[in-house]
């Protein structure tokens, strides 16, 4: 089978390092891919979201199976391409069509179909600039801490929480009237805040059926004790300790199969990853937000726990016939440790050498930011988020422990980690 993997990042060299162990591949092609992501397959210089491009390189490597990895070609519609051009029919498509990527490409889509279903969610209204006077006033009535949320997608900067009301109303006014996020924040969520434990679940569904895949808890903010600015992710420890057999029973009870059940009543097709994005209130889950793909960085954590096949799991959800597959996960804890470029979430510079990875000690090296230099033979970051650094072990302190070792060996000129991942789940 030839297999395509659209992405460049630490999520997608998890997969596509999966893939690669799979005996029913027969070559894997990662477009743009990163250094790390050549050692699985080729890489291939195409624009994620240019399809033309991806139409023209499927049918001339006869390409069989799509796989995409992050969300802006599925909100934009990638697998709707593929459904209605009659020579990309044939191929599958792992991700979800554009009405059901609208689960993560609108906020308040989404909280609309919680609402109508009866999935556990904060409460919330949304505005628009032409409502923004009823949205100060919806502030004025709810108690601190305030939540705000673009409504579409903002490369993972579109919440903003805020302590003091003036904060709040100016933050509105910025996101509404002077399009801070521009066309992502023409219409806010104000949302209640919820006090709790965040944690992630994926499943992976052909939309009828569905495999529940490891849980996973990923820290966002860039400094210890989460402080500082939000960032695409620090790193992420699977599975979460309190994620037990109850509370997982009522998530797949309250949570999982009600949006399944949903989305078959709405006649939404659904064929790819579910990111359930939670919240552990008093023992009780919550919905914060739904993804339409895999977590980054908790696919540097959750894929290498997945001791299956990765891609026969891929042709049940092609084929509708999940319900058929097992799935076999490593009991172990893994946890990913992420290295950053000083500087991020802000300006940073690129190009930086990267050292010791061929002395790396018991882990999964997972690149996210890094380009390989062929006038040099170096590999160099090219981005924010550099390397993620995986260990398993059983236990998570075990497993960090490693991962920290690993951190201090693999160097490059800026580098920073946080030193301080699990510290809520001890």
Known sequence: MNILLLGSGGREHAIAWKIAQSKKLSNLYIAPGNAGTAKCGKNIDLSISDFEQIKDFVLENKITMLIVGPEVPLVEG??????????LKRVSVIGPQKEAAKLE?????????????????????????????????????????????????????????????????????????????GKASEKVVIEEFLDGIELSVFVLTDGKSYKILPSAK?????????????????????????????????????????????????????????????????????????????????????IPRIKSDI????????????????IEIDPRFAAAVM?????????????KVISGLEKKIDCLVFHAGTIFDQ??????TNGGRIIAITSFADSMPKALENSYKNAEIIDFEGKYYRKDLGFDLF
């Not at 990638?78 to 020579?87: E, P």
């Not at 673009?150 to 903003?160: H, M, P």
């Not at 290295?339 to 190009?351: A, D, I, R, T």
Request: aromatic share 12%; with cysteine; hydrophobic share 35%.
């Open 105 to 181: 490409g609108s906020k308040n889509f989404a909280k609309e179909f919680m609402k109508k279903f009866n999935i556990p969610t904060a409460s919330y209204k949304t505005f628009d600039k032409n409502s923004l006077n009823q949205g100060l006033k919806f502030l004025e009535s709810i108690n601190p801490p305030y939540v705000l949320k673009a409504d579409g997608l903002a490369a993972g900067k579109g919440v903003i929480i805020c302590n003091k009301i003036e904060e709040a109303k100016f933050e509105l006014t910025q996101m509404l009237k002077d399009s801070k996020f």
């Open 78 to 87: 990638i697998h709707d391409y593929f459904l209605q051009d009659n020579s």
């Open 339 to 351: 290295l950053v470029s000083e500087g991020y979430p802000g300006s940073y510079q690129k190009g």
């Open 218 to 302: 990923d820290y966002k903010r860039i400094g210890e004790g989460d402080t500082g600015l939000n960032t695409g992710g620090m790193g992420s420890i699977s599975p979460v300790p309190f994620a037990e057999e109850d509370f997982m029973r009522k998530i797949e009870e309250r949570i999982i199969k009600p949006t399944i059940d949903g989305l078959n009543s709405e006649n939404i097709s659904y064929k790819g990853f579910i990111f359930f994005g939670l919240i552990n209130v008093k023992n009780e889950p919550f919905v914060i937000e739904y993804n339409v793909r895999m977590g980054d960085p908790e696919a540097e954590s959750v």
């Open 311 to 326: 891609v026969d799991l891929f042709e049940g959800v092609a084929n509708s016939n999940i319900s058929e597959k097992t």
């Open 375 to 380: 006038s040099d033979d170096q590999t160099k």
